[in-house]
């Protein structure tokens, strides 16, 4: 009896001792470098690689072209109805498309443009440039400012510098309405939005 | 009696391993948590306001740029005028900008500060080509001159086989643009040390500011921009048409008579024809353009005080520009007294002295040789004697100096 009681004891010790070494191996934490695609450390990659992106366009010229890739006669983007660039032969047209696509798509990362432009109020208006879907929570955004001047030139479907300036446009206010009177036309934010899919 | 001891030391026991047991496990939790901890602070973006305070520079020399390319295609002949211009422009541009940045939670302001004067030479008439004011093709654009956004619009169909334009930068290295036609169609092709490499030419249109052909990056293009003070000069510019623009660092003043005497060798200041016309019905024509600015710009986060000054000169290569110019220089001939007054403007503000000296045309030497410390003065030379001079100012600063020659004739022009 004495013995039976023993065995039974060790039995039930070994058990505890074998559980709290399977729990003290599973209680790890999910920390920031975790990998997830949740991670705060892929997140500020992902904003640092779109604020590199938009620092090239700005450089190279092609955030000039994009923001003034304007079809004076459909006053619409050159080549789509409206709402922004979604497919992959969209996004191409523009060289800031083409730079975002070589730049994020290999890495299974989507990306929007917006460009935002203020109102008299205050607040911003955001339109879609490209749109390639509803951002996840963990989206991380890139902006940068592009001043227009009245004299600058729409830029047509190849990317080359038309006659028709800003100010002289019939249908540009349409995507950014002239901010002053000055010569100034309105100073446009660029906004890109990225996340991993 | 043995039972019951027994029974109360294993009762210990068990108290003491439950205890060892939470101590353990607390401590592992207090382990964890600060790991957690840890790599959060690790991973923090503490630059992230030092990234806002950069992108706001960025868009703010952007900005500029813009103004000061803005400014600059107003037609008009006045500098008071662009300098309007490109302050109302940076007006109305700060406050929207200073909107955008408090919407990042940075507040930040810009300062316009200094404008640096240049001139800007246009051959806007698109029925002629790369010619001077009587038409000729092998000409001198520039003389010691920084150099920044040189831009063309050559009509393709006019670039004929064999034909052979060439721009040529010489800042101490020699490099050439050559717009030609091999037979194979326009292209572009730069002359340097080693291969020569080519781009080309559909739409005509040439960047050298940007190093870019029809829009389209050219990989040797960049590298034939000027990086120091230099000349620029232009051979068979006569066999197509184009348009071209470029804005170089001197003084209207100053820039035209040293063109002119290179252009000219034999006539006296005036030329008949002056190398650049004055207006923007002639072709080619100067106008005082806006060649760089400064402003002070701050930025200020809970964390970050940003204050720093920037400068503005789209597509300048090489260094900043601090090379004296004169803003005056006038040789008023009066029978055999030469008068000559001068003004000198330099952009980092150390100009040293001014010399002013008169040379026999025929063999170069020296007649007479005046040297003043002063920024701006006049000179005279009584009853020279009656020959043919080369009358040149010389502005020196602490690194470099400029100079400004005219010919003029004591014995009545042409010499």
Redesign the interface.
């Known amino acids: 009896m004495r013995a039976q009681a023993h065995t039974l004891e060790a039995v039930a010790a070994s058990i505890v001792i074998l559980a709290?070494v399977v729990f003290?191996l599973q209680?790890?934490?999910v920390?920031?470098?975790s990998a997830s695609t949740a991670s705060?450390?892929i997140e500020?990659q992902q904003q640092?690689s779109a604020?590199g992106v938009l620092?090239a366009a700005?450089e190279?010229?092609a955030l000039d072209a994009a923001v003034r890739y304007w079809d004076e006669t459909n006053g619409t983007f050159h080549g789509t109805a409206g709402a922004g660039y979604t497919t992959d032969p969209e996004v191409n047209r523009t060289a800031l498309g083409r730079m975002l696509l070589d730049t994020f798509e290999a890495r299974g990362v989507a990306f929007n443009v917006y460009f935002a432009y203020?109102t008299d109020t205050?607040t911003?208006v955001r339109e879609r440039f490209i749109y390639r879907g509803e951002p996840s929570d963990n989206a991380a955004t890139a902006?940068?400012?592009?001043?227009?001047?009245?004299?600058?030139p729409l830029y047509d479907a190849n990317?080359?510098t038309t006659n028709v300036t800003v100010n002289g446009s019939s249908t540009y206010d349409a995507l950014i309405p002239p901010?002053?009177s000055?010569?100034?036309y309105?100073?446009v934010?660029v906004e890109v939005v990225v996340w991993r899919m | 009696m043995a039972n019951v001891s027994e029974d109360r030391s294993r009762a210990q026991l068990l108290l003491v391993g439950a205890l060892a047991l939470a101590v353990v496990f607390l401590s592992l939790s207090l382990l964890l948590n600060s790991v957690i901890y840890t790599e959060n602070l690790a991973t923090r973006q503490t630059h992230a306001d030092a990234e806002k305070a950069t992108e706001f520079r960025l868009a703010a020399v952007d900005g500029l740029d813009g103004a000061i390319e803005h400014a600059n295609r107003r037609n008009t002949t006045a500098f008071a005028d662009r300098r309007d211009a490109y302050r109302d422009a940076v007006d109305s541009w700060v406050p929207i900008l200073a909107n955008y940045s408090a919407t990042d939670g940075m507040a930040t302001d810009v300062e316009p500060d200094e404008l640096h004067e240049g001139t800007r030479i246009v051959g806007a008439n698109n029925t002629t080509g790369l010619v001077r004011g009587d038409g000729a093709g092998d000409w001198t654009v520039a003389t010691d001159s920084k150099v920044r956004r040189f831009r063309l619009h050559v009509d393709p169909s006019t670039v004929g086989t064999g034909d052979e334009v060439r721009i040529t930068f010489d800042d101490g290295t020699t490099r050439t643009v050559v717009i030609e036609n091999p037979g194979s169609g326009p292209r572009v092709r730069i002359e340097r040390p080693g291969p020569d490499p080519t781009c080309s030419l559909s739409d005509g249109r040439i960047d050298i500011g940007t190093g870019r052909v029809d829009g389209e990056y050219c990989p040797g293009l960049a590298d034939a921009r000027p990086t120091g003070n230099g000349a620029v000069s232009i051979a068979n510019g006569d066999q197509v048409t184009a348009t071209y623009s470029l804005v170089v660092d001197r003084h209207q003043d100053g820039f035209r008579t040293d063109v002119d005497t290179e252009n000219y060798p034999t006539q006296c200041t005036p030329p008949s024809t002056p190398t650049y016309g004055t207006s923007s019905a002639d072709d080619p024509y100067t106008t005082p353009a806006i060649y760089a600015a400064t402003a002070e710009i701050g930025a200020s986060t809970r964390d970050l005080d940003y204050r720093r000054t920037i400068r503005a000169a789209p597509d300048e290569a090489g260094d900043p520009a601090s090379e004296p110019t004169f803003t005056q220089f006038l040789v008023t001939q009066s029978g055999n007294d030469f008068t000559v007054d001068w003004n000198t403007d330099d952009p980092n503000g150390d100009i040293d002295h001014v010399d002013v000296r008169v040379y026999y045309r025929t063999n170069d030497t020296l007649y007479a040789s005046e040297t003043s410390a002063l920024e701006s003065g006049t000179e005279t030379f009584a009853n020279v004697p009656d020959e043919a001079y080369y009358v040149n100012g010389t502005v020196t600063d602490a690194a470099s100096s400029r100079r400004v020659s005219e010919i003029h004739d004591a014995g009545g022009c042409p010499p």
Do not use: C
């Open positions: 709290s003290a209680v790890t934490a920390t920031p470098l705060q450390h500020n640092a604020a620092d700005r190279n010229g203020p205050g911003l902006t940068t400012t592009v001043a227009l001047y009245d004299d600058d990317e080359t901010e002053s000055t010569g100034l309105n100073a934010r």
